[in-house]
């Protein structure tokens, strides 16, 4: 709950508080538009989203689906009532509890076949 209320909160000082509660000192954060490796960098870039939509926000749709040292859970990027992004986040726990890695995906999933290294990957994982 503390790490998801920095996505909605639009005081700098609040939102870097409840990261630095919820995230270790090396925490990384990576999805479609956000590669950080810090709790500022992550803080000034819910900021920039906070302040690019106006009355937007990110709400949790889903329980929390935890085992040893990972979590993962829904979410929708809600503006003007109307869901606009719906997405999944996993996350690793260091010792203390706190959230080391992020990672957020958008829905849907590609339906193009990869290509590149990607592809060399899909390849190897099916044979």
């Known amino acids: 709950r503390v790490y998801g209320s920095a996505w909605n909160e639009p005081d700098a000082e609040k939102r870097l508080c409840a990261l ?9 954060y990576i999805d479609p538009t956000i590669d950080t490796s810090s709790r500022e960098g992550l803080a000034d870039a819910i900021g920039q989203f906070l302040r690019t939509t106006p009355g937007a926000s990110i ?20 503006a ?3 869901t606009v992004i719906r997405g999944v986040d996993y ?6 509890g706190r959230i080391e890695i992020i990672r957020g995906y958008w829905e849907p999933l590609p339906t193009v076949a990869p290509e590149g290294v990607l592809a060399a990957y899909a390849r190897a994982w099916t044979e």
Do not use: I, K, P, Q
Request: charged share 35%; hydrophobic share 35%.
């Open 91 to 96: 996350m690793e726990l260091a010792d203390d």
């Open 80 to 82: 003007s009532g109307a």
């Open 20 to 28: 630095t509660r919820s995230l270790t000192e090396s925490a990384t």
């Open 59 to 78: 709400v949790t749709t889903s329980g929390l689906d935890a085992r040893r040292g990972e979590l993962r859970f829904r979410w929708e990027f809600r």
